[in-house]
């Protein structure tokens, strides 16, 4: 990593920024961070980028330390761009860097967004009573940099692979449903969910991730019948697609942020996700009451468009409410290690995260759990997939 430009802005609480490019674009110029400044008591400042460059901002308050706070990741469609920083906390100083994301050889891939690799605290960190007891300990973990589908994978993408599975060799309990084409698919059960991912891997010409036998003989594709698959089933290197683990899910969901119970802070709204109000329970929730307005469009599923609610600072959407969306872990307590936890080694119910259109506030909130019989489905289950980075 090399330090393209240094722009120093001497304020009341000492900003400072750097513009590097991460890894450089072919024929896109380095980022530059043009201006910083106080807006009230929010920072904020002009950057000139390449225009359909992906760029990652963030931030820290000592340069001594490794660890960048990642604050957003945008794709850059007006050149320069302002970006408003609202999501730090007051710092007596505060660095910001500008990187950029993707390269010639090895581009961001289309639809996803890049969660960077770093521990977090995974649990319910703001009130235990506020939740139940599978939310703690409070547990410090670390995961691996990988992609993630930007959007709940939707009803036209279910099917376009979906109907190739089916001609190739795959078969599915159930065809998943979806209320439109641009709106979540729903009601697969996890082992298709599972099938589905090998399936869209093998489709774009990728190796697939899951196998019906353990890694030091990986042999057979999984792509019929019901199989437990236990963690040396995966192929964790492939460059094919598969389930988030749950600690990948919640990292991804928090979007760089710490403490707070949403993926963008400590209040919800149903202008901010799709899940039934209901503020005489819960102080954070803004409302309306009952279901959202968007999802009653068109009847029962409640579901609304992807892309409904605002992006996280990873640059994804509908983290909360919506769809529940399947895990790989087994449920169970929470797990921990030295790196990239995958759940319990066996259990009978696998774990769904995220809420839905038809659970309240406290299911939306990032720290909570679900779990669901893999071979069941519902209205308000659906799924997203990830990449190892680098793929």
Known sequence: MKTKSLITSITSIGLCALALGAVEV??????????????????????????????????????????????????????????????????????????????????????????????????????PDEGTGDELPLLTNYVSAFYMDQYEVTKAVWDDVYNWATAHGYSFGYEAQGKATNHPAQNMTWYDAVKWCNARSEMEGRTPCYYTNASLNQTTIYRIGLFDLSADWVSWVANGYRLPTEAEWEKAARGGLSGQRFPWGNTISESQANYYGNTNSYTYDSGPDGYNDVGQIGGSPYTSPVGYSGANGYGLYDMAGNVWEWCWDWYGSYSSGSGDPRGPASGSTRVIRGGGWIGDAILCRTAARGRGDPTGSGESIGLRSVLTSGQ
């Not at 980022?31 to 106080?38: A, E, F, G, L, N």
């Open 26 to 127: 072919a024929l896109a110029s380095p980022p530059i961070i043009t201006s910083i400044r106080m807006g009230g008591a929010t920072p904020q400042f002009g950057v000139q980028s390449t225009l359909g460059t992906t760029n990652q901002i963030q931030c820290c308050t000592d340069l001594s330390q490794a660890n960048w706070l990642v604050l957003t990741n945008l794709l850059v469609t007006e050149n320069p761009y302002q970006f408003v920083d609202t999501a730090t906390s007051p710092a007596p100083q505060r660095f910001y860097r500008v990187l950029v994301l993707g390269t010639n050889n090895s581009p961001l891939p289309l639809g996803m967004a890049l969660i960077p690799a770093g521990s977090f605290t995974m649990g319910n960190s703001i009130n």
